[in-house]
């Protein structure tokens, strides 16, 4: 015993034990290694029945030579799988070999190894045959000590004096006895004890014989501890050390060390004290180290012995680790070299080990050419130093963080720009190459680059194109991006309802990563792509928050050069960004998202241009796509207008390039199958290829002469636009001397066909209004007062809503009072009010598109839109007749041709 043990020993003796307390003890040897109070101790031995049977004491026959051979080979067994600093068998061992768990049962003629807590002590058979008969004569306790390394096996079984033991040891109380019987009629004696107190071996008393074995009875004093402060901060600091450890012990897969044994450490440990001891008898350490914790009563030196033996078996258990896991190559020198280069702990690496130090030269790499702003700067070094003392094994979770973290860090390219090259005529020239038509458009792209080219510098715009689906919104971002040398990065926000796409996760959630702006910057390495928001008009929102509204910072030249991602949590310029966002409709956009947006609305194509776009873009793409040069396969210009007219009308040319690519497919395969050198499709062949047409007309009715109340109105949706067809018809009439008997003036107005709240309201105004001209044309004229009208807009399964329909249903309504047809080349749009007042409306390239297809002559349109037709192209607006009107007046008087009162 150390002399600081001896003193605390000394001191501890001052006091009396309780008078409960034993006086004096068998004494059992240990040969491995001590035990420690709270331990339990768990044992079987295969007893004959003699031994059970008698309790015969002899004080003659001395302890037999092959006893002692025998405790020598369960001391080298244990020694050898106690001696795992051998790495080259580290791979050989196994949890069982170190740990024995539960009960053990040996065949007769062995000993047992009896187990506390996960570790393995070595003890004689037939001390725990003479345990047995201890408990049968009455007494519960008896003492533990470790045999001294020098002589100790043979003075521990022969000689007579206390100094072959450590005089510090532990009391043992027998919780419990219990015998089995097996099916060869042996019985199997399993005994269970509990340390309760440390001890001091005073001297001996007598010596008893059990069978063969001798034991001798000592005196023994309790040892108490020195009073400690448990809320002390040295306790607490230590305390947390040691649970850390034995964290990181059970991540390593510990044999003795596992999740459920902390769990239990935690239950059963009620202050310092108790854990220091029953992690000491979890750990694997020399016998003498062990001692030394035994023998040392002050608590807080009794911590820090623990902590440096945990430390010692954490680097044990990192070095087995690695060698199972990791390739021979990854290893770098033998297990010895990297256990020196941890010399500074595993979970505090001063040096940094060698996983670490190649990340840190791979970021110091990656900062190489950035320009990293100071803010930036200090949080990576901060993150680095932070690195550098995490273990990747140890701390896995902890480094992951931190390595990804720092990774994300260094992928945004901070100071690297693109140089702009702003040209007008290469961009121009860039733009007429890639779309065809768009007049209007390109015009508004290149103001954009010549206000940026006087200025020096395009920063701080937003775009947005609106637009149905399939005229090329996306691509003219591509385009925009070609025409100036800036990289370009598309992502979509159709049906995103989560902040965090958009803001990044924060850090504290497993699995957190950057929002979509810093996946931008690593992708294009470059801090001012050209970045393009796609389907701004269909964000959702729901409790993960409103990913509009997160928009609102990255779409504000006045707030996004200060952008704040949740991940990176580090301010990033976003002023230098060319944004261009493409939605199919602006009603559905917020308000203060549309403030921030600079609108370009791309209507569609006509007929013509649709021909022109695939002659020039769509088939030479499918040619180089199928590999049928024009001497293979040919369309005739005829047959293409039919597929544009008959099979795909919508305003984009998505659905023009699926159904010429049905015709290439079926092309190929008539030329594969070798029925054919060369085809050539015609409008005699086309419905082989395509099928029946979609579309056969957009009129319903074709003949020159309608019914009364038939009229054509022009409509206007996301797909583009429509002819829309209204139908009126009288269905109830009513004697005038009976309306006047009953003096009642109902309203007598009937409409179908999936009308929205704002349509039916147009009609309601509508129908009010004509009851007005009704009387102002003839005061005795009461069609409206005598009939029933039921008004229908055909193709009832499509919603319709809007209010530019009401000239066409007043229109409707006024030639069934006054039994006149309306031509069927005739359209109307505009907003009707109660006093006859005509209001804009929009849409009208869409609208103008639509009455063009189906053959329209003459369009009435509100005189405010006089300027939208102008800006029409000229191929659009060939061959179309436009009346503006101010009032509904000038509609009655083309239509039917009677003078008005209005």
């Keep these: 015993m150390a002399d600081g043990a001896l003193v605390a020993l000394e001191e501890s003796l001052i006091h009396e034990s309780e008078s409960s307390f034993p006086r004096s003890v068998l004494l059992c040897p240990l040969y491995t290694r001590p035990i420690f109070p709270n331990a339990t101790i768990r044992s079987s031995s295969v007893l004959s029945s003699s031994a059970i049977s008698t309790t015969n004491i002899n004080t003659q026959n001395p302890p037999r030579l092959d006893k002692i051979k025998q405790v020598i080979g369960r001391i080298k067994e244990a020694n050898y799988q106690a001696g795992r600093e051998d790495a080259e068998n580290f791979d050989e061992l196994s949890s069982s070999s170190i740990v024995q768990k539960g009960n053990e049962s040996k065949e007769s003629g062995e000993e047992s190894n009896a187990t506390f807590q996960g570790a393995s002590v070595i003890i004689e058979r037939g001390f725990v045959d003479a345990l047995v008969k201890l408990k049968k004569?009455?007494?519960?306790?008896?003492?533990?000590?470790?045999?001294?390394?020098?002589?100790?096996i043979l003075t521990a079984l022969e000689d007579s004096n206390n100094d072959s033991v450590y005089p510090v040891g532990v009391l043992a109380k027998i919780e419990s006895i219990s015998e089995t019987k097996r099916k060869d009629g042996t019985?199997?004696?399993?005994?269970?004890?509990?340390?309760?107190?440390?001890?001091?071996?005073?001297?001996?008393?007598?010596?008893?014989?059990?069978?063969?074995?001798?034991?001798?009875?000592?005196?023994?004093?309790?040892l108490k501890e020195p009073k400690y402060s448990q809320s002390s901060q040295m306790c607490k600091a230590l305390t947390m050390t040691v649970e850390r450890r034995l964290l990181q012990l059970s991540k390593l897969n510990h044999p003795s060390i596992q999740p459920e044994t902390i769990t239990q450490l935690q239950l059963h440990s009620k202050n310092a004290s108790q854990l220091?001891?029953?992690?000491a008898s979890l750990i694997s350490a020399s016998p003498e180290q062990l001692q030394?914790?035994?023998?040392?009563l002050d608590v807080i030196e009794r911590l820090k012995l623990v902590l440096l033996l945990l430390q010692t078996e954490t680097e044990l258990s990192l070095l087995l680790f690695e060698k199972k896991n990791l390739k021979s190559e990854e290893l770098g020198g033998s297990p010895a070299n990297r256990l020196l280069n941890r010399k500074g702990g595993i979970g505090g690496m001063t040096g940094g080990t060698e996983r670490n130090q190649k990340l840190k030269e791979k970021f110091q790499q990656k900062m190489e050419g950035l320009i990293i702003p100071k803010h930036a700067q200090e949080v990576i070094d901060e993150e680095m130093s932070k690195l550098s003392s995490l273990d990747p094994v140890l701390n896995a979770n902890e480094h992951a963080v931190c390595r990804n973290y720092i990774t994300w860090l260094l992928d945004v390219p901070w100071g690297v720009q693109s140089s702009d090259q702003l040209d007008l005529s290469d961009a121009s020239k860039i733009l007429n190459e890639d779309h065809f038509g768009l007049e209007d458009v390109k015009e508004r792209i290149l103001e954009f680059l010549a206000v940026a080219l006087l200025k020096g510098s395009l920063n701080g715009k937003i775009i947005c194109f609106i637009g149905p689906p399939g005229v090329g919104k996306t691509s003219i971002g591509k385009s925009i991006s070609r025409a100036i040398g800036r990289k370009f990065y598309r992502f979509s926000v159709g049906g995103m309802n989560d902040v965090a796409e958009i803001k990044g996760h924060r850090r504290t959630y497993i699995g957190a990563m950057p929002g979509k702006i810093i996946q931008t910057f690593k992708q294009t390495r470059t801090m001012n792509p050209v970045l393009l928001i796609d389907e701004i008009d269909k964000m959702s929102k729901n409790w993960n928050g409103d990913p509009a509204s997160a928009l609102l910072e990255v779409l504000d030249p006045e707030q996004n050069a200060n952008f704040l991602d949740h991940y990176l949590n580090v301010t990033l310029d976003l002023s230098k960004v060319l944004f261009i966002c493409t939605a199919n409709s602006k009603d559905t956009i917020p308000r203060p998202l549309l403030d921030r947006m600079e609108i370009i609305n791309i209507s569609g194509y006509f007929a013509e241009e649709k021909m022109e776009i695939a002659k020039k873009h769509l088939i030479p793409n499918l040619r180089r796509d199928c590999n049928l040069p024009e001497d293979l396969l040919t369309i005739t210009d005829e047959c293409l207008m039919r597929v544009i007219t008959a099979y795909c009308r919508e305003a984009g040319v998505r659905s023009l390039n699926k159904q010429l690519e049905k015709i290439f497919r079926k092309a190929a395969l008539k030329i594969a199958q070798k029925q054919s050198l060369s085809v050539t499709v015609d409008l005699n062949d086309l419905d082989s290829y395509l099928g029946k047409p979609v579309f056969l007309s957009d009129r319903m009715y074709e003949d020159s002469s309608t019914p009364p109340g038939i009229v054509a109105g022009l409509a206007y949706n996301s797909m583009g636009g429509s002819l829309i067809w209204i139908e009126s018809v009288v269905t109830y009439r009513?004697?005038?001397?009976?309306?006047?008997?009953?003096?009642?003036?109902?309203?007598?107005l009937k409409t179908t066909g999936k009308l929205g709240d704002v349509m039916k309201e147009s009609t309601e105004i509508a129908y009010t209004f004509s009851k007005k001209l009704s009387k102002d044309l003839d005061s005795s004229n009461n069609f409206f007062q005598e009939n029933s009208i039921h008004t229908h807009f055909p193709e009832g399964a499509i919603p319709k809503d809007g209010p530019s329909a009401g000239c066409a249903i007043v229109t409707s309504f006024l030639s069934l009072m006054l039994n006149k047809s309306v031509p069927t080349d005739v359209a109307m749009t505009g907003e009707i009010t109660l006093t006859g007042k005509v209001l804009p409306v929009g849409g009208i390239k869409e609208k103008m598109m639509a009455a063009k297809r189906s053959g329209i002559r003459r369009v009435f349109l509100p005189e405010p839109n006089q300027r939208d037709f102008k800006e029409l192209p000229e191929g659009l607006k060939e061959g179309l007749e436009v009346v503006y009107v101010d009032r509904y007046q000038t509609i009655f008087e083309n239509v039917f041709g009677l003078k008005s009162k209005l």
């Excluded at 004569?137 to 100790?152: C, H, I």
């Excluded at 001890?199 to 004093?221: D, L, P, S």
């Excluded at 220091?276 to 992690?279: G, K, N, P, R, Y």
């Design 292 to 296: 030394k914790i035994l023998n040392e």
């Design 187 to 222: 019985r199997v004696c399993s005994i269970e004890l509990k340390g309760t107190h440390r001890i001091a071996i005073m001297g001996k008393v007598e010596v008893e014989y059990f069978g063969n074995v001798k034991m001798r009875r000592v005196n023994i004093r309790e």
């Design 734 to 748: 009513e004697h005038a001397k009976e309306k006047a008997e009953k003096n009642i003036d109902r309203m007598r």
């Design 137 to 152: 004569n009455g007494e519960n306790y008896v003492a533990f000590s470790l045999v001294k390394p020098k002589g100790g």
């Design 276 to 279: 220091a001891d029953l992690v």
